[in-house]
């Protein structure tokens, strides 16, 4: 099972959208203890701590699982920015994509699966 991660974006200025998600996907079995904050580098005379991503660790088993639950976040939701997604395999090949609505589903889907497969 290759492994590899996936960078999570939001564009919300509060970061709120962002721990959200990380709190939805932190409920799957799945990932419990793989999803870690990156903070954003700090300018000077400012406060720290705001999140710029969220980061988690995928294999081919949990890609299909990352993208239910990203698309069952989603549905669950009145209304949310766009998602960017920079997927990192093992291997060092990578994808940027964005999505944002019930209907990007399988096109993520195919794009993340493609990513983590066993054959790549």
Known sequence: MPAGSVDIRIDDDSNDELRSLAGWLR??????????FVEKAVDPGQ????????????TSGTASTFVSSL???FARRKETHAVSLKLRAADGRELELKCGSGDDAQRVLDQVLSVFSDEA
């Open 27 to 36: 409920d799957e079995d799945d990932f419990r203890g793989r999803i870690r």
């Open 47 to 58: 406060m720290g701590g705001f999140v710029d991503a969220a980061v988690v660790v995928l």
């Open 71 to 73: 698309f069952g976040w």
